[in-house]
C-alpha cells in the first residue's frame, strides 16, 4: 500500500515570494508521482508528474518538482508566486501497474498582495 | 478536446433518497476511475472501470453504491439510500491506460440533510 504525506494544510505566502510545498510519500514499490491543483470553485487539473527520466519536472506556469527517492519526496516549488496561484495543490502517488491514486490531504496556497 | 465532464455539478438531497451521478470520460479513454473527497478528509479511490468491466472496486464503502458503466462509454454512480456520511465531492477521471496520467472533471458536489 502506498500512502502520501502533506505536512502543510495551509501555505500563506506573499505575492512574488518564493514557495514550496511539501510531499513525502511511502511504498513498498516503485511510483509515478504527481501533483494535482484545484482552483477556486473549478476540478482537480493535472499540473505535473514524474513518470520516469529526469527527476526534475517542471509545468507550464512555473512550477517545478523533484524526485528525490532516497528521502521519498516530490516538493514543489515556485520561484515567484502570483495571486492566481491561490488553489489547493494536491499531491498524489500511484504504483506501477495498479490503477489507484493516492492522495495526500492537500496543501491550500494562499498568495496574498 | 472535450474534457471528463460530470452531472450534476452540485446536488442537495434528503437522507434516505436516492442519486444519481453521471460522468463522461474523455473519448476514447477506456478507463474510469470515482473518487470521493469528504469534508477535511483526503480524495480517496472509489472504483475502476476498464470499458464495461469493473478492475477494482475495493474502495467503495458499502452495498449502498452502485457503479455502473453499460456499454463502456459514460457511468453512472447510484447511491440509495443516501445517509449523511456521503455528503463530498464525487470526482471522475479517465486515462487512455494504467501508465498514463488520470483526468479529472470539476465533481460533483453531494449534500445529505
Known amino acids: 500500500a502506498q500512502s502520501v504525506t502533506q505536512l502543510d494544510s495551509q501555505v500563506p505566502v506573499f505575492e512574488e515570494a518564493p514557495v514550496e510545498l511539501r510531499c513525502n510519500y511511502s511504498s513498498s514499490v516503485s511510483v509515478y508521482l504527481f501533483w494535482y491543483v484545484q482552483y477556486p470553485n473549478q476540478g482537480l487539473q493535472l499540473l505535473l508528474k514524474?513518470?520516469?527520466?529526469?527527476?526534475l519536472v517542471e509545468s507550464i506556469n512555473g512550477f517545478e518538482a523533484e524526485f528525490n527517492k532516497s528521502q521519498t519526496s516530490f516538493h514543489l516549488r515556485k520561484p515567484s508566486v502570483h495571486i492566481s496561484d491561490t488553489a489547493e495543490y494536491f499531491c498524489?502517488?500511484?504504483?506501477?501497474?495498479?490503477?489507484?491514486?493516492?492522495f495526500g490531504k492537500g496543501t491550500m496556497l494562499l498568495v496574498s498582495p | 478536446e472535450a474534457g471528463v465532464t460530470q452531472f450534476p455539478s452540485h446536488s442537495v438531497i434528503e437522507k434516505g433518497q436516492t442519486v444519481t451521478l453521471r460522468c463522461d470520460p474523455i473519448s476514447g479513454h477506456d478507463n474510469l476511475y470515482w473518487y470521493r473527497r469528504v469534508m477535511g478528509k483526503e480524495i480517496k479511490f472509489l472504483l475502476h472501470?476498464?470499458?464495461?468491466?469493473?478492475?477494482?472496486e475495493s474502495g467503495m464503502p458499502n452495498n449502498r453504491f452502485l457503479a455502473e458503466r453499460t456499454g463502456g462509454t459514460y457511468s453512472t454512480l447510484k447511491v440509495q439510500p443516501a445517509e449523511l456520511e456521503d455528503s463530498g465531492v464525487y470526482f471522475c477521471?479517465?486515462?487512455?491506460?494504467?501508465?498514463?496520467?488520470?483526468?479529472f472533471g470539476d465533481g460533483t458536489r453531494l449534500s445529505i440533510l
Open positions: 477521471a479517465s486515462s487512455q491506460d494504467l501508465n498514463q496520467p488520470q483526468h
Open positions: 514524474y513518470l520516469s527520466g529526469s527527476t
Open positions: 498524489a502517488v500511484k504504483a506501477l501497474g495498479y490503477s489507484t491514486l493516492t
Open positions: 472501470f476498464v470499458k464495461e468491466s469493473k478492475q477494482d
